[in-house]
């Protein structure tokens, strides 16, 4: 959700709305709408709502019965849909001020260097995807490997409404960065609306190595099950017959696969596809770790090291 310059309030409507509430009320109302526009929906707990505001379980019980009629539970949590338009009318004037101000300087000095003036986010977004593209479990695993806190400020994703953190490109999509992991850190909603054109990587060093690693690790548990039921894959087998099967999961090779043309580029993907078939996984994982942290990387060099000539499939 992107941050809105500020918020508007109507004075006049919220003591009318609230004319018969106590002011205890009237404060934990304005209390929440202020959550919400900073943050988004509340949560659907409010245990959770009670200690945000700092109150007790008891007296927080007392007024939520009054304040919360106005608000709607939604999938996401509790929500004031009056707030939430006036955000949309806000951000349409933001986005009509940003556009007039890149018209301006595009009339005034030229197109504004490294950004295309008039695309749509989607349409930025397209293209980032068009340069790389990531899967669910390397986000969730480069989570992990930070500590499921926010890199820049160091919020753990339990403290955040909503429990979850932000996709941060590092460099921009609107000025040329793409969507493949190796441009993405987790962030909270306030440090990533707030960055501006900032491209600092604030990922642990060795993220690309644990991350490899990690894959690895998923591969074995993927290729080689720790026991057999026989009678779970007739089950299983009888499924697929009638159509009845689940999605397989995404394979965790060519996710290694993948984020070894991200550290090495496209042209050695076939270097990086036989070690993965003639080499364990885990080797290929720590290579391209170690090839990550190199600012000049010598792939055959780093595989000669670190495998036998079998498991190369190449004279070295």
């Not at 008891?58 to 996401?76: D, H, Y």
């Not at 951000?91 to 490294?114: F, Q, S």
């Not at 986000?139 to 992990?144: D, F, G, I, M």
């Not at 070690?275 to 792939?299: C, F, H, N, R, W």
């Amino acid at each position: 959700m992107s941050k809105q310059p500020y918020m508007p309030f109507f004075f006049g409507d919220f003591l009318a709305a609230t004319a018969a509430w106590e002011g205890e009320e009237q404060s934990l109302y304005m209390l929440l709408l202020a959550y919400q526009w900073a943050n988004g929906p509340l949560p659907n707990e409010p245990e959770r709502i009670a200690r945000m505001c700092r109150y007790d379980k008891r007296r927080f019980s007392k007024l939520w019965k009054t304040v919360s009629r106005k608000f709607v539970l939604t999938e996401s949590g509790w929500t004031n849909p009056r707030l939430e338009e006036h955000r949309e009318k806000a951000h349409k004037i933001t986005e009509k001020r940003k556009d007039a101000g890149v018209n301006g300087a595009a009339a005034k000095w030229g197109e504004t260097p490294g950004k295309t003036p008039g695309k749509s986010r989607s349409e930025r977004l397209s293209n980032a995807r068009a340069l790389g593209t990531h899967s669910d479990s390397e986000w969730s695993s480069l989570v992990e490997i930070c500590g499921d806190s926010c890199v820049r400020c160091g919020t753990h994703k339990q403290h955040l409404i909503g429990g979850s953190l932000c996709k941060d490109h590092i460099t921009p999509i609107y000025i040329g960065g793409s969507d493949a992991i190796a441009n993405i850190q987790p962030m909270c909603r306030n440090c990533n609306s707030s960055k501006g054109q900032d491209t600092t990587d604030f990922r642990p060093k060795d993220w690309a190595e644990r991350l490899a690693k990690r894959l690895a690790k998923m591969t074995n548990e993927v290729c080689h099950p720790i026991q057999s039921n026989p009678e779970e894959e007739s089950k299983s087998r009888c499924a697929a017959l009638a159509g009845d099967s689940k999605p397989e999961p995404p394979d965790p090779r060519k996710q290694l696969f993948e984020l070894g043309k991200t550290i090495l580029g496209k042209s050695s993907g076939g270097l990086i596809s036989k070690q993965i078939a003639l080499s364990d996984e885990s080797t290929v994982a720590k290579v391209l770790g170690e090839m990550a942290l190199s600012t000049k990387a010598d792939p055959k060099g780093y595989f000669v090291k670190a495998t036998t000539p079998q498991q190369r499939g190449f004279v070295a």
